[in-house]
């Protein structure tokens, strides 16, 4: 049986260089725009009105702006569509054309007439993690993201630079995939954290991860 609020899956979305449309150019929409630039989209704001920090970002070519109402017809070959005018009404007339072109969209006035939501994010480098209450309280998501800002600190963003190094030299070194697997899973156990943490973490050459590799493989 589906629920109320049953049915969502969280996932990780590429949007880089693709068409995201915001419609509306308040402090909502400044949110959802502002997550949009850091992934390097191609950030398109409908709305007569912009935030400060929004024409700020239109002044720098981060974002195109179209100064205008919303009109049938915006939303053609989006990724992603964003409803984020104060007007019920008219986030209803965007959702109406999205679902048209089946396009997800975002509904920030009422979450069940939009077909995704926002989480509330923190990002430490390569580490992203999204918490969402499914709509249930978005101030306790951002509550709980501030919470774990503070178990998850600066030191995961050369953390996860590390792991990514350590997997490109396993993927480009090691081909049989049994070996592949036990030396991910040992690089995700070593106690590199607390090196980070204590400011002695040397960064590894090419060379001393080829003979981590070498020497992991022998145990
Ligand atoms: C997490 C975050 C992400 C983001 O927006 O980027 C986000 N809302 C945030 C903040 C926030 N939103 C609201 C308050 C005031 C307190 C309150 O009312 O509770 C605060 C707190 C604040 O602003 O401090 C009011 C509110 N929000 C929604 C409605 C309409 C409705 O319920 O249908 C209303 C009533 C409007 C009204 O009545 O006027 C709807 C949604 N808000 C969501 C996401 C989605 C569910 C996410 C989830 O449950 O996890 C969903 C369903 C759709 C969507 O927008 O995607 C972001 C924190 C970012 C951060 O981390 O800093
Ligand atoms: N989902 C959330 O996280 C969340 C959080 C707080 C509030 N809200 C709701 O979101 C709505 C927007 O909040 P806000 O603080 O950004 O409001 P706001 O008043 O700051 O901004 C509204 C924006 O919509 C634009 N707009 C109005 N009519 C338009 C049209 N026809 N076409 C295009 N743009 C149009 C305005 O020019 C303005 O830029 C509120 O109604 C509030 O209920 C949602």
């Given at each position: 049986m589906r629920g109320l609020l049953a049915g969502y899956i969280p996932i990780m979305l590429d949007c880089e260089g693709k068409r995201c449309v915001v419609v509306g150019g308040g402090k909502v929409a400044e949110r959802?725009?502002?997550?949009?630039?850091?992934?390097?989209?191609?950030?398109?704001?409908?709305?007569?009105?912009?935030?400060?920090?929004?024409?700020?970002?239109?002044?720098a070519g981060l974002i195109k702006w179209i100064a205008r109402p919303y009109e049938y017809g915006d939303l053609q070959e989006a990724l992603l569509i964003y409803a984020a005018t104060n007007s019920v009404e008219i986030n209803r007339q965007v959702a109406k054309e999205a679902a048209e072109l089946r396009i997800p969209v975002n509904i920030v006035t009422s979450q069940e007439e939009g077909t995704f939501m926002s989480p509330s994010v923190m990002r430490r480098g390569k580490l992203i993690i999204a918490v969402s209450t499914t709509g249930a309280g978005p101030a306790a998501a951002k509550e709980i993201r501030h919470q774990l800002e503070h178990e998850f600190g600066d030191e995961y963003e050369k953390y996860t630079e590390f792991l990514y190094r350590i997997r490109?030299?396993?993927?480009?070194?090691?081909?049989?995939?049994?070996?592949?697997?036990?030396l991910l899973k040992a690089a995700a156990t070593m106690d590199i954290l607390n090196s980070i943490r204590a400011g002695s973490f040397d960064w590894w050459s090419d060379e001393e991860i080829e003979s981590w590799i070498i020497q992991t493989q022998g145990e």
């Open positions: 959802k725009a502002a997550s949009l630039v850091e992934a390097k989209a191609d950030v398109v704001v409908i709305s007569p009105t912009l935030t400060t920090s929004m024409a700020q970002w239109q002044e490109s030299v396993v993927q480009s070194k090691v081909s049989d995939p049994v070996r592949r697997h036990t």
